[in-house]
């Protein structure tokens, strides 16, 4: 499941991976722990060179329970941390740095293993898990995002908040390594008019008719 910040990615993945019993990941978690371990050792987040020499070094666990996911740091839980704005305004340029994108693909593709998994994150259809049962591509207003992440963020400005999601689209999708882009063969949800409830139906639904069409 791909697509921009504020699509409803996460709660969407969650949400499908409860009701079908299935396990979840958080991709975009993994890059935001990343980060934090950056700014906490004041690492240069716009220097390529220093986050690239430095990408191996951060232990991650990613707890894969969709009703409790979590994840550490060098053992420090950091599920709270990486959702500050320190981390949201530089996670971007983190996300850029080749090395750790290597990093990460191989960590995630582990998890993955041999399947039973809902993904998330921008890039899981056109390079993480290309070979996916079911490819989703979730997009929403850009008003709209902004007031979903708002909501998450105590005391955001929403004007603000749009502001910094038009920001990161723009690097998201012109980075060099994995751009964010809907995959071949991936189906489009605009996720605007509807509730999570609704998202989540009509994604179990598809989920449902791909497993009837090939037996699985």
Not at 14 to 25: D, E, F, K, M, N
Not at 44 to 60: F, I, K, S, T, Y
Not at 201 to 213: E, F, M, S
């Amino acid at each position: 499941m791909d697509g921009p910040s504020g699509s409803g990615k996460s709660s969407s993945a969650r949400g499908v991976a409860t009701r079908l019993g299935l396990r979840y990941l958080d991709t975009g978690a993994m890059f935001r722990a990343v980060t934090w371990w950056m700014l906490e050792r004041g690492v240069d987040v716009e220097d390529p060179r220093a986050v690239a020499a430095l990408a191996e070094e951060p232990v991650l666990v990613s707890g894969t329970d969709p009703q409790a996911p979590t994840i550490t740091v060098d053992g420090t839980d950091v599920a709270g941390p990486i959702r500050e704005q320190a981390v949201t305004g530089a996670v971007s340029a983190v996300s850029t740095v080749p090395e750790v994108r290597t990093r990460l693909l191989r960590e995630q593709r582990s998890i993955i293993g041999d399947g039973d998994i809902v993904v998330e994150g921008r890039d899981i259809g056109t390079v993480v898990a290309p070979d996916a049962d079911v490819k989703l591509y979730l997009t929403a207003d850009p008003a709209a995002r902004a007031a979903r992440r708002t909501a998450e963020l105590s005391g955001a400005d929403v004007a603000a908040t749009e502001q910094d999601l038009v920001r990161r689209d723009a690097i998201d999708s012109g980075r060099a390594t994995a751009p964010l882009r809907m995959a071949d063969g991936a189906l489009h949800l605009d996720t605007t008019p509807f509730t999570l409830d609704e998202v989540v139906d009509q994604i179990v639904a598809l989920v449902q008719q791909a497993r009837a069409t090939t037996g699985g």
